[in-house]
Nanobody
């Protein structure tokens, strides 16, 4: 079973930066698509970014130009570089691994952006 562990969350002031990491177990990482989602209190889960196994990236409009998703297949790790953070970015951030019909979720890491 694939396990995903997010890290790198914390408290940061508006305009600051954080880099989230997600370490995955298993041998299918390199052929999987990877994504980040977030969920704020009282709100529905929101898709943030995705990177395909070939490296194609896409982002939600709310984070485009500020966030960058990347992957290191040698280390089974996906990253989310978050720059120019805004209070509305406050949420629990989850990474997701998708391989065919299989989808795996991590436990999440809290990001809090203060003004």
């Amino acid at each position: 079973q694939v396990q995903l562990v997010e890290s790198g969350g914390g408290l940061v002031q508006a305009g600051g930066s954080l880099r989230l990491s997600c370490a995955a177990s298993g041998s299918t990482f390199s052929i999987a698509a990877l994504a980040w989602h977030r969920q704020a209190p009282g709100k529905q889960r929101e898709w943030v970014a995705v990177i395909s196994r070939g490296g194609t990236m896409d982002y939600a409009d709310s984070v485009k130009g500020r966030f960058t998703i990347s992957r290191d297949n040698a280390k089974n790790t996906v990253f989310l570089q978050m720059n120019n953070l805004k209070p509305e970015d406050t949420a629990i951030y989850y990474c997701t691994l998708v391989q065919g019909p299989m989808q795996y979720w991590g436990q999440g890491t809290q990001v809090t952006v203060s003004s």
